[in-house]
């Protein structure tokens, strides 16, 4: 899987995750904006031609359920970006946030502290 989500999609996608398996329905109850049903159902579509998202038939509803974890996901776009980026150095990353003070020395301690 090395294939990135539209802001759409990612929006529907994280709902998927939250609900874990679910009918159309309890997905577009999750999802986090007023985003319409068929609206919804369309992106689901896509998810699943992308490979992200199946779905099981019950009766003539369908259940979906994510085939990308959102661990597995959030890796892989880390990954992806940290070489674009950063030419693929999670020092040079992490540098640039400090210098940015997006991540402070405390937390740099703190993290070091739970690696060892």
């Given at each position: 899987m090395n294939k990135e989500l539209t802001k759409a999609e990612e929006q529907v996608m994280q709902a998927i995750w939250k609900v874990g398996e679910g009918?159309?329905?309890?997905?577009?109850?999750?999802?986090?904006?007023?985003v319409a049903y068929n609206t919804v159902?369309?992106?689901v579509r896509v998810l699943e031609q992308?490979?992200?998202?199946?779905?099981?038939?019950?009766?003539?509803?369908?259940?979906?359920?994510?085939?990308?974890?959102?661990?597995?996901?959030?890796?892989?776009?880390?990954?992806s970006f940290t070489q674009r980026y950063f030419g693929s150095s999670a020092r040079s990353l992490v540098s640039f946030l400090v210098d940015r003070n997006?991540?402070?020395?405390e937390d740099l301690e703190s993290i070091t502290k739970e690696i060892e």
């Open positions: 009918f159309a329905n309890e997905i577009v109850a999750a999802v986090e904006s007023d159902l369309t992106v992308k490979g992200f998202v199946a779905h099981e038939t019950f009766n003539r509803s369908n259940r979906y359920y994510p085939l990308v974890s959102r661990e597995q996901y959030m890796q892989q776009q880390l990954s997006e991540v402070t020395l």
